[in-house]
């Protein structure tokens, strides 16, 4: 099993899962030095690679001259491929803890398992990624729960600036209860519910799951 992390541009092909739909790019600026993404890629890549299934590897990619605000994961055979564009990177709420928590849930579409995006697919689906992500990748950098509540509300600011949506807050719920499991993407409240139910343990929000 062998995983890399490499920076540099890319043209992505073949099966793919993005965070959030296709946007209009952005303006914004680098905040983190890359000395800083590319040491918190590689202590990402250096702690997922225990989890990830035998004889799969990982390459994280990133693309920091990107204006375009988001991520994605694609699979190549035993590969899979994680990207990262600059107009995410450099968002004014990305700070180290936002980014390896959006790298978790790209790998979330990886290994997050059922409920999947088709039947014949690899992909998890977003809710599912994002239920991950709190569950089973952000634990593994041990951090306390305010860092990682911090960093989920700020993966979902971002995701509610892109979507145009009301920005998600910590003290609140999404209290929709769907009749069938949403395939797509929920709302940024409901996003943030699953990040923190994953976190703790919980159910997965029936905002999106329905069991």
């Not at 030095?33 to 918190?40: F, G, L, Q, Y």
């Not at 990177?89 to 790209?106: A, K, Q, S, V």
């Not at 689906?125 to 911090?150: M, R, V």
Request: aromatic letters at 8%; charged letters at 20%; glycine letters at 8%.
């Amino acid at each position: 099993m062998n995983a890399l992390v490499l920076i540099f541009l890319l043209v992505t092909t073949g099966s793919q899962a993005a965070c959030l739909p296709d946007s209009a790019p952005t303006s914004d600026k680098i905040l983190l030095d890359v000395r800083d993404i590319e040491d918190a890629a590689s202590h990402f890549e250096s702690v997922v690679k225990t989890i990830l299934p035998s004889g799969n590897d990982l390459i994280v990619r990133l693309e920091p001259n990107s204006e375009r605000t988001n991520a994605e994961i694609t699979k190549a055979g035993t590969e899979f491929s994680l990207t990262v564009w600059g107009g995410m990177l450099g968002h004014p709420t990305m700070d180290r803890g936002t980014f390896l928590l959006l790298l978790c849930h790209e790998l979330g579409h990886a290994l997050g398992g059922p409920p999947l995006k088709s039947k014949t697919g690899w992909s998890s689906t977003e809710g599912q990624a994002d239920y991950f992500s709190g569950a089973g990748c952000f634990h593994l950098f041990d951090p306390e729960e305010d860092i990682f509540l911090k960093s989920a509300l700020n993966l979902t600011t971002i995701y509610a600036g892109v979507t145009r949506e009301p920005v998600p807050h910590l003290n609140s719920c999404d209290d929709t209860q769907v009749l069938r499991t949403n395939f797509g993407y929920p709302a940024v409240q409901c996003r943030l519910d699953s990040l923190i139910a994953g976190w703790r343990n919980l159910p997965r929000p029936r905002c999106w799951f329905f069991p």
